[in-house]
């Protein structure tokens, strides 16, 4: 049996999967495949494949038996388990731990309520654009400061600090930086946080981080490690979706119209627009830990999978016609989100945003319009999110 | 009474596992009226026999649920 020599990342088209990942699907959804580290693993590209691995507690997301699925260039490449706090590197029962304590926080209902302000918070962004028109580099105008302004009121970021909270933000995700000084900007990051932690023990405020130390039930160091968490899981994230959801939707001006025009049709759209763009295009990883069959093929205990959230959502044995964007597709289901137990924990709060952003920006901008060819609107392969770097655009006053 | 139409329109029966839910909340989301999440965010079941529309809609939920929290008891 041939084995994959690491995970395919080359793009032909933007918005579409590495070719090569759908002809994998189609012969071996279950496929082997080398992993940078040597190691022998797995690279499943079927959405049913994907769903029941993302499912089985038999797969682990511990940490320190996971491998990267693309060489890492952070330098080192010893893999430690996940520290206090940062929950998405470990199993049940200590995941679980973190996550009821964090569950309350994002509900469909809680984060409905959050609309309004979501709403306020884009139109701020649409005003200062429109100021500054008619041109506009949406990834640091619109996609970014979005999702970067909504966490920092979540976590209780003071206003005196968000500018440079935003900054730093927008650095730790900006590809076109260094390696070495988005590190720093994550070290500046998780510093701000964990000071931030030891500062709501005098002032708690009605915020996340506040409710969370109310608990009880968290040192500072692992309320400091969960606020790096749902920084990192909340804003590039939603800043890729926000980012390259336009640009495509540019490309396709007459589903652009659906999302524009119908407001009933905006749920959905999200949903579609989430499985058809899988963000998540390296990773998530599973280690099996004990023998498991998966779609006919025999995974060993300590074998990594890396499962292809791009592939299974663009898999026809689930979504007829999957490379078609079609807004008005029930596309519920997608694993955009992930399955199982890791589940996307800001997922709510990721809908309220795409929900209330995207629709805003081409209701105030009607006959927006990209303001370079498209291969000036530069994707990243290697981006640990996909996602544009920038995405210039302009309109008639 | 028809009993043949009676069967045919007999409601699913919903149970829901809070020791199971990870409070995703897809089944507020997608089923809202048989669905909710308390304040810690774990299933809250407030229809046990949906019927009609609402039956398609939980077994939406039941599919989206990444959990498997909730199921459809035969």
């Given at each position: 049996m041939t084995v994959l020599d690491g995970l395919p990342r080359t793009r032909t088209c933007p918005f579409d999967p590495p070719a090569e990942l759908a002809s994998l699907r189609e012969s071996t959804p279950v496929t082997r495949m080398k992993f940078p580290d040597g190691h022998e693993g797995w690279l499943i590209t079927g959405y049913a494949e994907a769903r029941a691995v993302l499912a089985d507690p038999r797969f682990s997301s511990r940490a320190e038996l996971s491998r990267p699925p693309v060489p890492m260039n952070m330098g080192g490449n010893a893999i430690e388990p996940a520290r206090p706090g940062m929950f998405t590197g470990m199993d049940d029962p200590g995941h679980a731990r973190y996550r009821k304590l964090l569950t309350g926080a994002f509900t469909v209902r809680r984060m409905q309520q959050l609309k309004a302000r979501v709403a306020e918070i884009t139109d701020l962004y649409l005003d200062e654009i429109e100021r500054g028109g008619p041109a506009a580099d949406l990834v640091p105008a619109f996609a970014s400061p979005i999702p970067s302004m909504v966490i920092c009121e979540m976590l209780g970021v003071p206003m005196s600090e968000r500018e440079n909270f935003q900054s730093r933000s927008a650095e730790l995700f900006d590809l076109a930086l260094s390696l070495q000084d988005r590190m720093a900007a994550l070290t500046e990051l998780a510093a701000f946080l964990a000071k931030l932690t030891k500062e709501k023990h005098a002032d708690a405020g009605d915020d996340l981080l506040g409710d969370l130390l109310a608990t009880g039930e968290l040192t500072d160091e692992e309320l400091g490690n969960i606020a790096v968490v749902l920084l990192v899981a909340g804003h590039e994230t939603t800043r890729n979706m926000?980012?390259?959801?336009?640009?495509?939707?540019?490309?396709?001006?007459?589903?652009?119209?659906?999302?524009?025009?119908?407001?009933?049709?905006?749920?959905?759209?999200?949903?579609?627009?989430?499985?058809?763009?899988?963000?998540?295009?390296?990773?998530?990883?599973?280690?099996?830990?004990?023998?498991?069959e998966v779609g006919g093929r025999l995974i060993r205990e300590g074998e990594s999978v890396n499962i292809s959230v791009p592939a299974a959502n663009r898999d026809p044995l689930r979504f007829p016609d999957p490379d078609i964007l079609d807004l008005r597709r029930k596309a519920t289901g997608h694993l955009g989100f992930g399955h199982g137990v890791h589940q996307c924990l800001g997922q709510q709060l990721a809908r309220v945003e795409m929900r209330t952003a995207l629709p805003a920006l081409f209701r105030r901008f009607p006959d927006l319009r990209l303001a370079v060819p498209d291969d000036e609107v530069i994707t990243n392969d290697d981006a640990p999110i996909y996602g544009v770097g920038r995405l210039p655009v302009t309109w008639t006053r | 009474m028809d009993t043949v139409t009676r069967k045919g329109n007999r409601p699913m029966k919903l149970q829901a596992d809070r020791d199971l839910c990870i409070g995703a909340g897809m089944c507020a989301l997608t089923a809202p009226g048989v669905f909710d999440q308390d304040d810690d965010g774990l299933v809250v079941q407030l229809v046990a026999e949906p019927a009609d529309a609402q039956a398609q809609l939980a077994r939406d939920a039941v599919n989206a649920c990444p959990s498997g929290a909730i199921s459809i008891m035969e």
């Open positions: 926000l980012a390259l959801g336009a640009y495509t939707l540019l490309r396709n001006p007459d589903q652009l119209a659906v999302l524009r025009d119908d407001r009933e049709a905006a749920g959905n759209a999200i949903e579609e627009l989430m499985r058809y763009l899988s963000v998540i295009h390296i990773g998530p990883v599973r280690t099996a830990l004990a023998d498991v | -």
